[in-house]
């Protein structure tokens, strides 16, 4: 019998208060850290936080939130879903999750990604022309700082997207190598070879549509793992959700939120509006959990068994 | 009588168990933790920890460290002591302490300096030709960041040392604008006069030598905000100490470990080996505070009259 897992994931949704009025983006940081307090409380295995930089998010600097989540939570593992790698430097993002595993003994994770919003690409910087060579190479870097902690030895590597490290370590150090770091992915199958290559554990992001149409990626994941002659590692699965005393109420509560933000999201990606029918068939066999508590289990559990996954990251948060 | 406040620095320096073995990166991180929780405990007003990236200091992160702190302490202003913003990028830096700000409830600084150490530079793809432009120019885009929170306004920058910024706001904001940013100088004419401009508090490293030849830059500095037409603002120091139950055990204490540092950091500069005399001196006249609490407070005192600075911040850890 497998381990499993749930974990809760948050992008720090600007959230309104009882009369409507937008709750600043300090307050909602500091909900975060209640909401990851009392699932330290529950026995959640996984509280995962997620980087925006756009004014309907208040989560940008996900390590440093976690960090004051460390310091007031006591078995629950912190990690981020996902850390944009593409835009961020990977010896900064080391530094920061190898400081962040030691405040919180040992109990920090990276899930690494492309990003799926562009907005950091401009602020910091980058081009979108990069996307591939950007994750690619810096995946690359990031990979080899990981060994480095495990080997004692240090990192030589040049390339195109940031000036070469020639024989350097990286401090702080991990403490226990190596660092607990997954690739997550949307559906690219370069992205799920590109995991199995580095060996590092999948994450599938599925926002909507019949999870069942990721099994050809487990079963790719798997496949490369084992040509490449890597021992099997995890594969989770992200998606949204929300619970309430009974499905009706779920679904009531979810949907106005659901709404504005799927339209403003598919807005910026020249999406069509979506309609409460969409909603209705995501909730019953697309990727939305929501309902009642055992409604919401009985549907994680069939997709972590028709999958094969040993971890079920729910995203919570939905505006 | 204006307020006097002292608050304490750590680099996170790797230190010894009483076996002389060096303890792990890790867990200097969380005993750095839990000198702030006791420092919270005894009312000192300010905490803050300095970046570096070479294997005998722990802290290459210090807003992660910090968050851990602010998850753990009630009233303690915490902060950097310092920030190299020439190798950092002051949109993540300004979104890094944003987060820290609101998840202490208003407790966070940033103190931003050139950088005393280079290690920096190439780890993260600057050179040190760029020296002045690279602080100049991003000192001025976190200021335009400060500005923006309180105004409302996004920012528009262009310059040399990034890709521009075109009408963005950085999320998450500062609750209450401006976010608190001291300027930290090593004794930089230029320096005092650039921190007057920008009107951020000026922070006087003093690491050796008679505090009292550091007298003109306060006066620079005053006399530099007058003629700009700014309000007055604070003046800080930071200087190294080591506090025992006698003079004499302070000294004997902190004498091999001041050695090890001051030569190890001489031999890359070029300076000569340092002497028990020099050594002497520097308690005696110079800028080490170093004996029995009564001693230091006598010297912090005087070296605030003479300056005429109301934060003192004692940089307590000394390998």
């Given at each position: 019998m497998p381990t499993i897992e749930l974990g809760l994931d948050t992008f720090g949704d600007l959230t309104v208060d009882a009369d409507g009025r937008p709750r600043s983006h300090a307050q909602v940081l500091r909900d975060v850290v209640a909401e990851a307090e009392l699932a330290d409380q529950l026995g959640i295995a996984f509280f995962g936080v997620g980087e925006h930089h756009r004014p309907?998010?208040?989560?940008?600097a996900p390590e440093v939130l976690l960090g004051a989540i460390a310091g007031r939570t006591e078995r629950i593992t912190l990690g981020t879903?996902?850390?944009?790698l593409s835009t961020d430097d990977p010896v900064r993002v080391y530094q920061r999750f190898s400081t962040l595993d030691a405040v919180s003994n040992g109990r920090a994770e990276v899930i690494l990604g492309r990003g799926s919003f562009t907005e950091s690409f401009p602020l910091f910087g980058y081009?979108?022309?990069?996307y591939d060579d950007l994750f690619e190479e810096k995946l690359a870097i990031f990979a080899a700082l990981r060994d480095a902690d495990r080997t004692g030895e240090p990192v030589h590597w040049k390339g195109t997207v940031r000036t070469p490290l020639e024989g350097v370590r990286v401090y702080p150090?991990?403490?226990?190598?190596?660092?607990k770091a997954w690739v997550g992915v949307g559906g690219s199958p370069e992205s799920v070879v590109r995991a199995a290559r580095y060996h590092f554990p999948l994450t599938l992001a599925?926002?909507?549509?019949?999870?069942?149409?990721f099994t050809p990626y487990v079963e790719l994941y798997h496949r490369a793992l084992a040509q490449l002659g890597h021992p099997t590692m995890p594969v989770s699965v992200h998606s949204p959700g929300h619970l309430a005393e009974t499905d009706e109420k779920a679904r009531e509560e979810l949907w106005p939120a659901y709404q504005v933000m799927r339209n403003r999201i598919g807005s910026e990606r020249g999406w069509p509006p979506t309609s409460r029918a969409e909603f209705e068939r995501e909730v019953a066999e697309g990727s939305l959990y929501v309902g009642a508590p055992e409604t919401v289990a009985h549907k994680i559990a069939a997709t972590m068994r028709d999958l094969g996954v040993s971890r079920f990251d729910l995203k919570y948060s939905n505006g």
């Open positions: 309907d998010f208040a989560i940008g879903a996902v850390t944009i081009s979108l022309e990069d150090p991990v403490e226990h190598p190596p660092l599925i926002i909507g549509g019949d999870p069942r149409r």
